[in-house]
């Protein structure tokens, strides 16, 4: 059971790792879209870089007990979302030094796949705690 466990984070991971870095490489050669390299943290903030380092360390651990904890892959899927995300902003911040926004939304700032990810995961982890807390007033 934990080696299939295992399994899946691994196959999402890389997945959504490929998806994430395979669309940058697209819309950085194609000329219609405007990329934003984004050298600062969410939405731009303005965070020192040595604050990155231990506070992804933190919530990565976080996020992997998280998932570890829970029981079957209905249950999974947000925290999948959640670290497949950070880690392709991650890696991405790694290697190029920034992270590339391409994706625009009217009234809404530059994003990518990997914000995206993260959004999913965060919204599905507040369904089911709602989804949660309405069964235990029942």
Known sequence: MRFEKVGRLMFFVALFLCLHFLLRLWVIDADEFSALCNYGGP??????????????????????VQWWKEESFLREWPWLLILSGGLGNL????????????????????????????????????????C???KNKE
């Open 43 to 64: 939405l731009g903030m303005m965070i020192p870089k040595w604050l990155f380092g231990p506070a992804l360390f933190a919530i990565s651990v976080f996020l992997v």
């Open 91 to 130: 890696s991405e911040r790694f290697f190029f030094g920034c992270i590339t926004d391409y994706i625009a939304l009217p009234f809404f700032p530059l994003f990518n796949v990997a914000d995206a990810l993260l959004t999913l995961g965060v919204l599905g982890i507040i369904i089911r705690w709602n």
């Open 132 to 134: 949660g807390l309405a």
